[in-house]
């Protein structure tokens, strides 16, 4: 049973067919990679999947759930949880405070708990705290947990965003371009932080992304896109050397 | 570690509240020894509410981002509640305290009650269309109360929108509210004491939410809204928690301060009075709790200062009537030379020098305080 299932996903913008008879099938720990050139639809997708967009047709399971036109919230609590294109933190709140919002639907007690502090409030904040900066040790954050996210490097608010993501517990994780703008070496970081998560919480991961590096370094299958429509599927060596892929989106 | 952060937290909230007490015996000893005159000493309950709305309306504002131009409106609910109750109670309820503790937490449940009314519909939108609607709403409350006129007698409650006679009452039932006019003959209950307890009450619900779960979920929205919604936050359930507690807050203020008049209109609580509030939070700083108190402080107290200022100089001279005329265009001048100042960027880095011990602690401040 594959943990997301996605059949004759399509989606119009005006009279523009933005994604059209999109096919998707991600076993559970996979580390999934969805590329093809810029205008492709590969972001659409990840709205599609993500709640943003509601789909014109089609069909999302996730773990033999229909989620197909959920909201947002909805498709995050059944178990999806992503990163942006174009980061998108809390800047103004510290970074482990970026964290614990992540965590916001884990752990709970009322307003008037927190209001008054009763010793709930206090119990669940130290829980909170404490799961919060495990998380970001493993993304080497804990020493700038009280650094407002907005001054944090680029590189690391690449990281925290995956921290947050993973925060919320989710079952599929959804990279938009997570090496977007970043050096050879902070792409090769990122490379192992990838790896580890998906080793370390067991999680399977679908990705953007057009560093060919990165893609062929940690992908094990790869769908690419091409004018909305799935060009090519497949293990990821296979994949690129198809000469489709290679005419469509590599070059010769 | 944990415990580091807390404390940086709690003592930060520890300074603020700090500051209330001790400004707090500084008056009262200016009071005992006859150095702040009566006109002043008749401005504190003033200052005090203008303080609980400026706190109140930093929630929404700063906190939640979204800007508000009907505040008054909310605390005119407040007053008018809270008024119409004392003036029922007067004869029922005896004990001051509980009487007016009582007006004063029913006040705010009504302006609460009515910031989730309104809040529910109108926090769907956003930036300007929602300035725009809140600003009307305010209006509406402000001129629905004013043709309002209501009386009580042994057989309950009348309402009625047309005048004092066709509320039908028995001949010993009392008019509360009378539309325009307002209500009159109010116990005045509010005093200097009781405002800084409300205000310490202000500040200690305001900070303990915004350092809670709900906090930071209220602050993940402004911060972003699509990223909030996709780590799981019920935005529309958070933006309405932090309309009506800053609503109710303001009610509250409402409440105490119709309390220290005998007789008040409803056109009192108009646009004005809500710029008036935003402007406080303005100056002192979109989010910052510490700043919209003495923001609100300064500029309340500022024009009364100048008039006594001005009267005092130009007592015998002819110009006398200009210059105390003036009094208005000096406070707007002031105004404009504080915005300017306060977020210059050489004054920041000045700041940021002298302070430099707690320059750390000033960017922690900007999520917490």
């Known amino acids: ?252 | 570690m944990k415990k580091l952060t807390l404390n940086k937290q709690t003592k930060s909230n520890l300074i603020t509240y700090g500051i209330i007490v001790i400004a707090y015996f500084v008056i009262q000893i200016m009071i005992a020894t006859h150095t702040m005159s009566y006109h002043m000493q008749g401005m504190l309950v003033t200052v005090c509410s203008y303080i609980i709305l400026a706190v109140s309306l930093n929630l929404t504002v700063g906190i939640l981002g979204e800007l508000s131009l009907g505040h008054a409106g909310f605390m005119c609910v407040g007053a008018f509640v809270g008024a119409s109750f004392s003036i029922c109670m007067k004869g029922i309820i005896t004990f001051t305290p509980l009487r007016f503790f009582l007006a004063l937490l029913i006040g705010a449940l009504a302006a609460g009650i009515v910031g989730i009314l309104i809040g529910t519909p109108v926090l769907r939108l956003k930036g300007d269309y929602l300035a725009i609607v809140t600003l009307a709403f305010g209006e509406i409350i402000k001129n629905v109360i004013n043709v309002i006129y209501m009386g009580i007698d042994k057989n309950g409650l009348h309402f009625s929108t047309k005048d004092t006679v066709s509320l039908g009452m028995e001949e010993d039932g009392i008019a509360v509210i009378k539309g325009a006019q307002g209500v009159t003959g109010m116990p005045q209950d509010s005093n200097f004491t009781i405002g800084i307890i409300l205000i310490l009450l202000t500040l200690y619900i305001v900070l303990h939410l915004i350092q809670s779960r709900d906090g930071r979920a209220i602050m993940s929205i402004r911060d972003n809204q699509i990223a909030a919604e996709s780590v799981g936050i019920h935005v529309s359930k958070y933006k309405l928690l932090a309309f009506s507690i800053s609503a109710a807050l303001a009610g509250m203020a409402g409440v105490f301060y119709i309390h220290s008049f005998d007789n008040m209109s409803s056109s009192v609580f108009d646009y004005n009075l809500s710029i008036s509030i935003l402007v406080f939070v303005v100056l002192g700083g979109i989010g910052s709790i510490r700043g919209s108190i003495i923001a609100a402080t300064v500029l309340t107290i500022l024009p009364e200062l100048l008039r006594e200022i001005l009267y005092s100089i130009s007592k015998d001279s002819n110009v006398s009537q200009v210059i105390t005329n003036s009094r208005m265009l000096i406070y707007s001048i002031i105004l404009i030379v504080m915005m300017i100042f306060n977020w210059s960027p050489e004054v920041k880095e000045w700041t940021g020098k002298f302070f430099g011990k707690f320059k750390k602690n000033k960017s922690g401040k900007k999520e917490v305080a």
Do not use: W
């Open chain 1, 1 to 252: 049973m594959a943990l997301l299932e996605v059949q004759n996903l399509g989606i119009s913008f005006g009279g523009l067919r933005a994604v059209d008879d999109f096919n998707l099938k991600i076993e559970k720990g996979q580390l999934y990679g969805l590329i093809g050139p810029n205008g492709a639809g590969k972001t659409t997708v990840f709205n599609l999947l993500t709640g943003v967009y509601k789909p014109g047709m089609g069909i999302i399971k996730l773990d033999d759930q229909d989620i197909t036109s959920k909201k947002n919230i909805e498709i995050n609590e059944a178990g999806i949880a992503r990163t942006f294109q174009n980061i998108r933190l809390f800047k103004e709140l510290s970074v482990i405070d970026n964290v614990k919002v992540g965590l916001h639907n884990q752990y709970h007690y009322s307003t008037v708990t927190g209001i008054l502090r009763l010793p709930k409030y206090k119990k669940i904040e130290k829980e909170m705290e404490e799961k919060a900066l495990s998380l970001l040790e493993v993304f080497d954050l804990d020493k700038e947990k009280d650094t407002l996210a907005s001054n944090l490097p680029y590189g690391k608010q690449r990281k925290l965003e995956i921290a947050r993501a993973l925060a919320t517990n989710p079952k599929l994780l959804l990279l938009d371009e997570p090496a977007a703008g970043m050096n050879p070496n902070e792409t090769k970081e990122l490379m192992d932080t990838i790896r580890f998560v998906r080793d370390k919480f067991e999680m399977t991961i679908l990705l953007i992304e057009h560093d060919m590096k990165l893609v062929s370094g940690i992908c094990e299958r790869l769908t690419v896109l091409n004018f909305g429509r799935v060009l090519c599927e497949g293990p990821t060596s296979e994949v690129l050397n198809n000469p489709e892929v290679i005419k469509a989106y590599l070059g010769e």
